[in-house]
C-alpha cells in the first residue's frame, strides 16, 4: 500500500506569563519567523498558527510538530508571552479589537461580528491525501462516527474567564454555533457535496468556501480530506496520535470504498449526541456509541476506534506509535484533566501559564 501523505496545523494562544491574558503579539512574532516555513497568522493577534510540511510518516510528522512548535515558543519568550496550547484563552480574551488586520477576516466580522467575536479559539486540523474529491467526499461520510472520539482524545479547552466551564473541550461548545460547524453529511460524490457547499453559499450561512467549517470537510485549498474536529492538543504525543488516527480512518474509509461497502448506520441523532458528550465529558466520564446511542465508558469508544483501523496502522507501520501515544495518554489524561490538575496545584496564574506552556513546548 502506498502511504497517503498528511500534515497537521495547529494554532496556539500567546498569552502573558504574569496575568494569563492573551497578548497582541502575533505580527511581532511573526516577523521574528518570517523565513521559516510553517508559521503564519490567524483570526486574532493573540493566535499563531504552524502548519507542518507535507508528511509521509509518523516519525517525519513528530520530527516536524517539534520543530514549529520549538521556534514558535521561542519566538514568543523574545517577545515576552508564552506560546500555550489551549484551545480557549483561560482568562478570558478580547472580541474583535483583536482581529487581525487581514481584508479575509474583516469581511468575516463584518458578517458574523457575534459569532467571529467568539473565534478566538485553537483548533488542530489534520489533511490527508485523497487521490480524488470524488472518493474525499465517500470518505467524509465515513468518517462522521468517529469525529465525537477523536474530539474527546483532543479535548484541551475546560476553562475561560478564569472559571471552569464544566466542558472538556468550550471550544466546541463555541464553534458549534456557527451554522455550518457540523459533522459531514451522507455524500455520493464530489457534485453532492459541492451542492452542499452552494445551498450554505446561497443561503448566507457562510462568506466563501473557507467559511464552510464542517467538522471534516474537502480542503478549499489542498487535495486532502481535512478533518477540523479537534481542540489544539496540549501535547505534541496527541497531535501526533490524532493525526495517526485520521490518516488510519481515511485509509480504511477508503478501502470500505473500494470494496463497496456502505456506509456504517450511524443515526444523525447519534452523532450529535456523540459529539456533546465528547466535548462536555472528553475521555474523563462516559460517551454516547454512534452506532447504538447508548452510553458507555469514552474509552471503549477509543478502543473501537483503533480496533476499526487496526489493519490500517499495521499497514502504515503505526502500530507502535499509536499504542505509545496512547498509553501516555492513559497515564496523564487529556488536555482538559491535565489543566483541571495543574489549576487545583498551582496558586496564580503565572503558575498556570508556566505550567502549560511547558508542556506546550516539551521535547519528550
Not at 69 to 96: I, K, Q, S
Not at 140 to 154: F, G, M, N
Not at 225 to 254: H, K, N, Q, S, Y
Request: hydrophobic share 45%.
Amino acid at each position: 500500500m502506498t502511504a497517503p501523505t498528511f500534515g497537521v496545523e495547529e494554532e496556539f494562544l500567546l498569552l502573558d506569563p504574569i496575568h494569563g491574558r492573551p497578548v497582541p503579539a502575533a505580527p511581532a512574532v511573526l516577523r521574528m519567523l518570517r523565513n521559516e516555513t510553517g508559521p503564519r497568522a490567524e483570526l486574532m493577534n493573540y493566535q499563531v498558527e504552524t502548519a507542518t510540511a507535507v508528511c509521509t510518516g509518523t516519525d517525519e510528522l513528530g520530527a516536524e510538530l517539534r520543530r514549529l512548535r520549538a521556534l514558535a515558543a521561542e519566538a514568543a519568550r523574545a517577545r515576552g508571552c508564552r506560546l500555550v496550547a489551549t484551545a480557549v484563552a483561560p482568562y478570558g480574551a478580547p472580541a474583535l479589537s483583536a482581529i487581525t488586520d487581514a481584508p479575509r477576516y474583516h469581511g468575516l466580522a463584518a458578517r458574523h461580528p457575534t459569532l467571529t467575536a467568539l473565534s478566538g479559539v485553537c483548533a488542530c486540523q489534520v489533511h490527508v491525501g485523497v487521490p480524488s474529491r470524488d472518493l474525499g467526499a465517500q470518505v467524509l461520510t465515513r468518517l462522521r462516527p468517529w469525529l465525537a472520539t477523536l474530539l474527546a482524545i483532543s479535548a484541551n479547552s475546560p476553562f475561560t474567564g478564569g472559571h471552569d466551564t464544566g466542558y472538556a473541550s468550550h471550544r466546541y461548545d463555541l464553534v458549534s454555533q456557527w451554522p455550518t460547524a457540523r459533522p459531514p453529511d451522507e455524500w455520493r460524490d464530489a457534485a453532492d457535496y459541492d451542492r452542499a457547499v452552494q445551498r450554505l453559499l446561497r443561503r448566507g450561512a457562510a462568506m466563501d468556501e473557507r467559511s464552510i467549517y464542517f467538522l471534516a470537510r474537502l480542503s478549499p485549498r489542498y487535495p486532502t480530506v481535512e478533518v477540523r474536529v479537534a481542540d489544539t492538543c496540549l501535547d505534541r504525543g496527541t497531535t501526533l496520535l490524532l493525526a495517526a488516527l485520521v490518516r488510519a480512518l481515511v485509509v480504511t474509509a477508503t478501502a470500505d470504498v473500494r470494496a463497496g461497502l456502505p456506509p456504517p448506520p450511524a443515526a444523525p441523532r447519534w452523532v450529535i449526541g456523540s459529539l456533546l458528550a465528547a466535548a462536555h465529558n472528553g475521555l474523563a466520564g462516559p460517551g454516547i456509541d454512534p452506532f447504538t446511542g447508548d452510553a458507555v465508558p469514552a474509552w471503549d469508544l477509543v478502543s473501537v476506534l483503533v480496533g476499526h483501523v487496526g489493519a490500517a496502522l499495521a499497514a502504515l507501520g503505526d502500530t507502535a506509535t499509536v499504542a505509545t501515544q496512547l498509553a501516555r495518554l492513559r497515564e496523564h489524561g487529556t488536555g482538559a484533566e491535565r489543566q483541571r490538575r495543574l489549576w487545583k496545584r498551582a496558586a496564580t496564574p503565572f503558575d498556570i501559564v508556566a505550567g502549560l506552556a511547558a508542556i506546550t513546548d516539551a521535547t519528550d
